[in-house]
């Protein structure tokens, strides 16, 4: 790409964050997703800390408003009213002065922190930002320590698919068959309105998302009870390694600004996650695999969540393993990274996380990649994703095989992807 080209696409980028930039958060798109989403939002911020410093914080510092008491960062807030989303506030009913969802969603805030810290042009204006953010995004590790992991195994677990923000991975399918459907109310998806239904979760899926919301919400959403009283708690590798990536992170930005007993905890995380996550790796499909711990079973199935892990930071020997399965990876399909194995019989190129790609887990993959030394296929990665973009523009995930654009269009975790990638000579 010529460097024109690439300044004509860091355009666009930022023209699609302007257009979904609601002056205190951004929406993930117009339409689809009409209020604030946890991860999009920190992701969304990496972005437009290339061309709006204090823009970027203010993103992650209106989500962390409305941190719940005990800690926890909720997946949705309900800025506004609008009925285009569901499950919209009134099925949540938490009880918040401004609505948000009951369940969380992956911990990246603590990495997209260091990121705006170390970059930042304006450092008295980041040390300011940084001070309050750090206590409250250790407040969400204490959380997910005390309240998903609490039996102390090392690594926390998610209680609903839409925690993982892998909704409908293959991963997720024998858990789902315990959740049951009987005594979920009447509900009219509208997801399917603004997106093409062959490339969203099934009805089947949907009514178990709904039954454990109303399983939840019936207790009250007491976090210290969800965990052993839900049918569905599934250890994901992805999750906990953003969850030991952010902690990490998290502990560099507090030692900067003096809060050295945060930076002692968050590294003794840290070490703990890297050290647990070792149980599930799989030498067969040399991949970490999601543990099902209702169950205590691996799941034998070979998704993108088992090769986030390189985001995490691993010893030599293990992220030379993954990094040549991440290679067999790309080189099976055009335009990978692809969310399920190409070759399983449950991968399907245009239905969400069960084959297609997307940006974000691009850029955490190739990030993790070239940290560890494996430069030439975190390269790959990031002209797959620029191809992408000059394709198919700014859409939510793409067709592995085909490059096709799916799901919702104008995008915004995509397009402050790309701003990262045509920047990213410029990160800490
Ligand atoms: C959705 O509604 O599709 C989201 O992924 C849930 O947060």
Same mark, same amino acid.
């Not at 024109?4 to 666009?12: A, G, K, P, V």
């Not at 999750?239 to 502990?251: E, V, Y």
């Not at 990978?336 to 070759?343: D, F």
């Not at 996380?353 to 390269?379: C, F, K, Q, V």
């Given at each position: 790409?010529?460097?024109?080209?690439?300044?004509?696409?860091?355009?666009?980028?930022?023209?699609?964050?302007?257009?979904?930039?609601?002056?205190?958060?951004?929406?993930?798109?117009?339409g689809?997703?009409p209020?604030?989403?946890?991860?999009?939002?920190?992701?969304?911020?990496?972005g437009?800390s290339?061309?709006?410093?204090?823009r970027?914080w203010?993103?992650i510092?209106?989500?962390?408003?409305?941190?719940?008491?005990?800690?926890?960062?909720?997946?949705?807030?309900?800025?506004?009213?609008?009925?285009?989303?569901?499950?919209?506030?009134g099925?949540?009913?938490?009880n918040?002065?401004?609505?948000?969802?009951?369940?969380t969603?992956?911990?990246?805030?603590?990495?997209?922190?260091?990121?705006?810290?170390?970059?930042?042009?304006?450092?008295?204006?980041?040390?300011?930002?940084?001070?309050?953010?750090?206590?409250?995004?250790d407040?969400?590790?204490?959380?997910?320590?005390?309240?998903?992991?609490?039996?102390?195994?090392?690594?926390?677990?998610?209680?609903?698919?839409?925690?993982?923000?892998?909704?409908?991975?293959?991963?997720?399918?024998?858990?789902?068959?315990?959740?049951?459907?009987?005594?979920?109310?009447p509900?009219?998806r509208?997801?399917?309105?603004?997106?093409?239904?062959?490339?969203?979760?099934?009805?089947?899926?949907?009514?178990?998302?709904?039954?454990?919301?109303?399983?939840?919400?019936?207790?009250?959403?007491?976090?210290?009870?969800?965990?052993?009283?839900?049918?569905?708690?599934?250890?994901?590798?992805?999750f906990?390694?953003?969850?030991?990536?952010?902690?990490?992170?998290?502990?560099?930005?507090?030692d900067?600004?003096?809060e050295h007993?945060?930076?002692?905890?968050?590294?003794?995380?840290?070490?703990?996650?890297?050290?647990?996550?070792?149980?599930?790796w799989?030498?067969?499909?040399?991949?970490?695999?999601?543990?099902?711990?209702?169950?205590?079973?691996?799941?034998?199935?070979?998704?993108?969540?088992?090769?986030? /892990?390189?985001?995490? $930071?691993?010893?030599?020997g293990? @992220? *030379?393993?993954?990094?040549?399965?991440?290679? #067999? &990876?790309?080189? %099976?399909?055009?335009?990978?990274?692809?969310?399920?194995?190409?070759?399983?019989?449950?991968?399907?190129?245009?239905?969400?996380?069960?084959?297609?790609?997307?940006?974000?887990?691009?850029?955490?993959?190739?990030?993790?990649?070239?940290?560890?030394g494996?430069?030439?296929?975190?390269?790959?990665?990031?002209?797959?994703?620029?191809?992408?973009?000059?394709?198919?523009?700014?859409?939510?995930?793409?067709?592995?095989?085909?490059?096709? /654009?799916?799901?919702? $269009?104008?995008?915004?975790w995509? @397009? *402050?992807?790309?701003?990262?990638?045509?920047? #990213? &000579?410029?990160? %800490?």
């Amino acid at each position: 790409m010529t460097s024109d080209e690439n300044e004509t696409i860091f355009e666009e980028a930022v023209e699609v964050l302007r257009a979904n930039d609601r002056g205190i958060y951004t929406v993930p798109t117009e339409g689809l997703y009409p209020f604030q989403w946890n991860w999009d939002s920190c992701l969304t911020a990496l972005g437009q800390s290339h061309y709006d410093e204090r823009r970027a914080w203010t993103e992650i510092e209106t989500l962390f408003a409305h941190q719940w008491p005990d800690g926890m960062v909720p997946h949705i807030v309900f800025h506004v009213a609008s009925d285009g989303y569901f499950p919209g506030a009134g099925v949540w009913a938490t009880n918040r002065p401004v609505p948000t969802s009951g369940i969380t969603q992956p911990p990246v805030a603590g990495f997209a922190v260091k990121r705006l810290f170390m970059r930042a042009r304006n450092k008295a204006l980041a040390a300011q930002h940084a001070k309050s953010l750090v206590l409250k995004i250790d407040a969400w590790h204490h959380w997910f320590h005390a309240n998903r992991d609490p039996h102390g195994e090392g690594l926390v677990a998610i209680l609903h698919p839409w925690e993982s923000g892998r909704d409908n991975s293959v991963d997720w399918d024998a858990a789902l068959e315990r959740v049951p459907t009987e005594g979920v109310e009447p509900y009219t998806r509208r997801d399917t309105q603004h997106a093409d239904p062959a490339h969203r979760p099934t009805k089947a899926q949907y009514d178990r998302y709904l039954w454990l919301v109303q399983h939840f919400r019936g207790l009250g959403w007491n976090n210290a009870r969800l965990h052993d009283a839900s049918p569905f708690r599934v250890v994901d590798p992805g999750f906990n390694a953003m969850l030991i990536r952010s902690s990490a992170d998290l502990a560099d930005v507090a030692d900067a600004i003096g809060e050295h007993r945060i930076a002692a905890d968050n590294r003794a995380r840290a070490e703990e996650g890297r050290a647990a996550l070792d149980e599930l790796w799989s030498d067969r499909h040399r991949q970490y695999l999601c543990l099902d711990r209702v169950a205590g079973e691996l799941v034998d199935n070979a998704s993108i969540g088992g090769l986030l /892990p390189i985001f995490a $930071g691993l010893d030599t020997g293990r @992220a *030379a393993e993954l990094a040549a399965t991440i290679e #067999r &990876q790309v080189e %099976a399909v055009s335009y990978g990274v692809p969310s399920e194995l190409p070759t399983d019989r449950r991968f399907e190129a245009k239905r969400y996380w069960r084959g297609p790609s997307w940006l974000i887990t691009n850029y955490m993959i190739a990030d993790g990649l070239a940290t560890a030394g494996h430069h030439a296929i975190a390269e790959r990665i990031v002209d797959v994703s620029l191809d992408l973009i000059r394709r198919s523009g700014f859409a939510e995930y793409y067709d592995p095989l085909t490059g096709e /654009p799916c799901g919702g $269009g104008r995008f915004s975790w995509t @397009a *402050a992807m790309v701003i990262e990638f045509l920047r #990213r &000579q410029h990160d %800490a």
